[in-house]
């Protein structure tokens, strides 16, 4: 537990249109069961409060599944694309028919530190990414430990991405061509893990990946995975080692790169990257690294690291001025 003076001099580092955020965040408790009960109710609190709210009535929203395959069962999915386009389910309407034009993919992977999480949480960046975009969501309900260590949530995430690459344009007007994959905090570490099996196994081609705050690395040797421990900053070190600990509960030996990206002995020739890092997340250093791995490799990469921030501050305060900043 900090002390009074360490508390004070951390929120000293902070953007002060976040501090309240901070001082308002509670010492979460390090138990898995209850942690996911305390989310779950706030990703309920979320929908049934705020996401509705905040729906765009330009942008549809429906769920899916995804058929069961040989390493991954069912995997339910929810959409997101822009009105003006009609999903191939759907009958055509006389004054909307479908438009055959079609639009580039993202396959969005949610955070929530491997234990918790929904697709319906991440309604709001979703539906953002259509309209900045003009592109079609697809969000994966990947399962969660400690039910399910990996590899379960890595495999509904490649199925969903197979899916898309191969059958989804019998349900989508995407462009199969323009697939991208990206996600928040552990869904950066499964879209990484992702990009990696792809371009390693001649999979799906993927375009781009999108990094957001990821978590990359499960040994925790870096520079800031020791000096960031405030634990009102929701993914502290106690946290994170608890989290990959039951991720990687059924992994014997050395962890695979699937698993933790900053493993990957080699880079491949990885789609191009953009990678976001918080100033004071314990995940900076390890996302910084990684980032300079791809740009040694060659890959096209647009690193951030954005000043006074902390872990998922950017979605918790989205109108302070860096997370606007940031989302940009």
Request: aromatic share 8%.
């Amino acid at each position: 537990m900090n002390n009074p003076e360490q508390l004070a001099k951390f929120e000293q580092q902070i953007d002060p249109q976040l501090r309240e955020l901070l001082r308002a965040t509670p010492d979460l408790l390090h138990d898995l069961p209850t942690l996911r009960e305390i989310q779950a109710r706030v990703s309920d609190y979320l929908v049934e409060y705020g996401n509705n709210l905040r729906h765009s009535a330009e942008v549809r929203i429906y769920d899916w599944e995804v058929p069961r395959t040989q390493t991954s069962a069912a995997v339910r999915i929810r959409c997101y694309e822009p009105k003006s386009y009609e999903p191939k389910s759907y009958e055509p309407k006389s004054d909307k028919p479908n438009n055959d034009i079609p639009l580039p993919v993202l396959l969005w992977i949610h955070g929530g530190g491997f234990i918790s999480g929904d697709v319906k949480s991440n309604d709001s960046i979703c539906e953002n990414f259509v309209l900045e975009c003009n592109c079609i969501v697809v969000s994966a309900e990947y399962r969660l430990t400690p039910q399910y260590p990996y590899p379960a949530g890595f495999d509904d995430c490649y199925a969903v991405l197979e899916w898309l690459a191969n059958s989804g344009t019998e349900k989508l007007n995407i462009d199969v061509d323009s697939i991208a994959v990206g996600g928040s905090s552990v869904g950066g570490c499964l879209a990484a893990g992702v990009a990696l099996k792809a371009c390693e196994t001649d999979g799906p081609k993927i375009k781009h990946q999108l990094l957001l705050i990821p978590v990359l690395d499960d040994r925790h040797l870096t520079q800031s995975s020791r000096d960031i421990t405030d634990h009102r900053v929701v993914w502290n070190r106690d946290l994170s080692l608890l989290a990959w600990d039951g991720y990687l509960h059924d992994v014997f030996g050395e962890t695979p790169s699937y698993a933790a990206p900053a493993r990957a002995k080699t880079i491949p020739k990885l789609p191009s990257t953009f990678i976001s890092v918080e100033e004071q997340d314990l995940l900076r250093d390890e996302s910084i690294v990684y980032a300079q791995r791809l740009m040694q490799a060659g890959v096209t990469t647009e690193l951030h690291v954005y000043p006074g921030t902390f872990h998922g501050s950017f979605m918790d305060a989205p109108e302070a001025d860096v997370s606007k900043q940031h989302m940009a």
